[in-house]
């Protein structure tokens, strides 16, 4: 069997905890690969609302087996509650997650060292999301990391010790951080107990034997394509490989068992933080896009930055991720609008590029626009790809013909109901 995947391919928050949440249906196994609790999945269920950090999106479907795999870095703290917040809603996590051994933990120190990276950084910081993410990614490369298959160890605590005394050392050179780490710390040591009730596996060995069975297995990616380490926006990213080859090695996958690689684009773009966004819009028509897409943060609340969606850096990510299936989401988002752009070319130095430059933050590029005329009217009846209004059809059309790749899944609404698929939407073989 091989092991499909399902990606952003913007800056984040494409939709992919609900798409998950739909495919998930097809699958034996949901594993996240790489990020923490930076993300924010967002489900819609039964008019519920739950958001996910940690936990993959996978929980609701009661048969699979949920991974959290080595390449993600875990609080404990954030896992706790999400076990919490799904337990009162009278979902059991019990005998349906499992956490690699070799993830790695946030500490709460590292929380603090994010915070005076940023700081640091001043009019230029990231707009990280404060969760420790870069600090902990640091660590990891560094070989200094704490993993989660440490906490069974005897000489546990001893190592926390090292590695906070050392991260306070380099705090210390940033006296305006405050944080209460004596409250916060015990608190976390407090989640350590809960953490210590979740199965750890070999998570490279466990996926292998399940594909070896037969068994579906769907790798969940946090953040998006643009904020990869490598090939986002730099230094405007996230501090891990969000792109399909972080499945590899976020996981224990070996490159030929990817099979499918969902791509999960909005139908137009945002961006939460700092860094360049060409489409970027400062109009009515963003302030539009907001307000009717609830474009807030899941994780931190923020506003979200709006603008048209952006060919170049789709087909880029495309490319990076060999996406083999495009899934479009908040397409009802745009039924108001009476016109709709995408981004097809830059110009920038007097010329016109299809490829996305260096670095954007270093060229001011210009968009060269297509234009679409809106459908004006309301999809929730729409069950079928045929059911779309023509113009809606027509800049899907528009999409796959410039992607060179098939849209297979159009979603309509925040609710698991409200998807229209069409062919070429099964689990591989
Ligand atoms: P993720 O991080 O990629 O999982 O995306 P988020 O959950 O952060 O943000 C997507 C937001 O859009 C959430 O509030 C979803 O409930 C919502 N959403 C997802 N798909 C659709 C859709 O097709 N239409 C609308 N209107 N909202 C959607
Ligand atoms: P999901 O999985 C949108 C952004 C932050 C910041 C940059 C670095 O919900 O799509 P970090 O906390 O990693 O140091 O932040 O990346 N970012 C996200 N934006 N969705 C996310 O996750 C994000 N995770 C991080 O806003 O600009
Ligand atoms: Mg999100």
């Excluded at 400062?282 to 979200?304: I, N």
């Amino acid at each position: 069997m091989q092991v499909d995947v399902l990606l952003g391919l913007q800056w984040g928050d494409e939709g992919k905890g609900k798409i998950v949440d739909v495919l998930a249906s097809r699958y034996q196994i949901v594993a996240r690969f790489q990020g923490g609790p930076n993300a924010g999945h967002t489900l819609v269920i039964g008019g519920k609302k739950f958001v996910l950090h940690t936990i993959p999106s996978g929980i609701f479907r009661e048969h699979l087996i949920n991974l959290i795999g080595n390449g993600v870095v875990l609080d404990p703290v954030t896992l706790e509650k999400e076990i919490t917040q799904l337990t009162t809603a009278g979902i059991s996590v019990q005998n349906r997650l499992l956490l690699s051994r070799k993830a790695h933990l946030i500490l709460p120190t590292h929380r603090y060292l994010d915070a005076a990276s940023e700081a640091a950084k001043g009019s230029s910081k990231i707009g990280s999301t404060l969760k420790g993410i870069g600090p902990t990614y640091m660590d990891k490369t560094g070989r200094n990391g704490i993993r989660t298959g440490d906490i069974h160890l005897a000489g546990f605590d001893q190592r926390y010790q090292t590695l906070k005394k050392k991260h306070l050392h380099l705090i210390s050179l940033f006296p305006e951080i405050e944080f209460n780490l004596a409250e916060e710390e015990e608190r976390w040591m407090a989640s350590l107990d809960a953490l210590r009730q979740i199965p750890q596996v070999d998570g490279e060995y466990y996926l292998h034997d399940a594909l070896q069975s037969g068994k579906r297995v769907l790798a969940e990616g946090a953040q998006g394509s643009l904020l990869d380490i490598d090939f986002g926006t730099y230094p405007f990213v996230t501090s891990s490989n969000t792109i399909t080859a972080g499945v590899c090695t976020g996981l224990g996958i070996a490159p030929q068992r990817i099979g499918e690689v969902y791509g999960v684009t909005k139908a137009y773009c945002t961006r939460v933080g700092s860094g360049p966004f060409p489409t970027e819009l400062h109009d009515e028509a963003g302030d539009y896009l907001r307000k009717v897409g609830h474009e807030f943060g899941s994780t931190t609340g923020r506003p979200r930055r709006c603008g048209w969606v952006d060919l170049p850096l789709l087909k880029y990510s495309i490319m990076l991720n060999g996406v083999t299936q495009l899934v479009v989401t908040k397409i009802d988002v745009m039924n108001a609008m009476s016109e709709i752009q995408a981004a097809t070319a830059y110009r920038y130095e007097g010329k016109r590029h299809t490829n996305v430059p260096y670095d954007l933050n270093l060229v001011s590029v210009e968009p060269e626009w297509h234009a679409f005329a809106g459908w004006e009217q309301e999809l929730a009846s729409c069950t079928k790809f045929e059911d779309l209004p023509q113009p809606c059809r027509s800049f899907i059309h528009y999409l796959e013909e410039f992607l060179h790749v098939p849209v297979t899944m159009v979603s309509t609404g925040p609710e698991r109901e409200s998807l229209i698929e069409r062919e070429r939407v099964s689990a591989s073989a």
